[in-house]
């Protein structure tokens, strides 16, 4: 008995409870959220737009002070999102990104690289896999959105965080790039926690270990192994064109 409670508080990496966060105070985008994030799995989280997903990943990675929280805790200790201590856990791609646009991206990698302290993976490999090749010693901001993204993306993977954030980051992408991308969040529990937010049902049901689905600023229904299929998660969206 006491064995299995070690193995549980063990796997658990982050755990939040009993979130609320607004950018006008009068109006809670997200409303008592809570949820756990496992060590080495990949978490959907799913939800129509305007649902708070982009919201939530802008509280924990401390860019949106307007929030309260009952807990929060990171391997079982208190942590603060804006303290460097959780910083150097994770690393954020969201859905549009127009910062370090004087950068090329071997320069913002090179950069990313010193922040965290850490070697940078597989690089070449995920360039030709992303088809980036000639856009690697191009200015972030005289790329094509897709191609931002896919720099960022990159970035992400190659630093290997203990957690991993993805906003929307199918949007954007051109087919084969989907695709190479699906491979990579599937097999990302080989060195961390993945979370990643989309309102497209085939990005969540092909690569997820668990799902969330989050609606009204909330979790509504979490879906796990043999439960995760287009159907039974549509019927818990409540709409028909997800």
């Known amino acids: ?37 496992k ?4 978490v959907g989280l799913i939800g129509l737009n305007g649902a708070g997903k982009t919201t939530f990943l802008k509280v924990i990675t401390g860019l949106l002070k307007g929030y309260e929280i009952s807990g929060k805790t990171f391997r079982g200790e208190n942590i603060e999102f804006r303290d460097n201590s959780f910083k150097d856990k994770r690393y954020v791609v969201f859905a549009e990104d127009r910062s370090f646009q004087y950068f090329t991206f071997r320069d913002y990698i090179s950069y990313v690289s010193h922040a965290y302290r850490k070697e940078m993976h597989d690089v070449d490999e995920m360039i030709k896999g992303f088809h980036f090749e000639e856009y690697a010693d191009v200015l ?29 980051p199918v949007n954007g992408l051109d087919f084969q790039s989907t695709e190479y991308l699906y491979s990579l969040i599937a097999g990302y529990k080989k060195y961390g926690t993945l979370l990643f937010s989309s309102h497209i049902l085939e990005s969540i049901t092909l690569t997820s270990d668990r799902v969330m689905v989050l609606e009204e600023g909330h979790i509504t229904s979490t879906f796990e192994g043999d439960q995760i299929n287009a159907t039974v998660i549509r019927e818990a969206l409540k709409y028909d064109d997800v």
């Open 140 to 168: 972030l901001k005289d790329l094509s959105t897709g191609n931002q993204k896919k720099a960022f993306l990159i970035t992400g993977f190659a630093l290997r965080p203990e957690i991993l954030l993805l906003d929307e």
């Open 39 to 42: 060590e080495n799995e990949v």
């Open 1 to 37: 008995m006491l064995q299995d409670k070690e193995r549980t508080m063990s796997e658990t990496l982050l755990e939040i409870n009993g979130l609320s966060a607004w950018y006008d105070p009068s109006k809670k985008v997200l409303k008592d959220l809570s949820l756990e994030l």
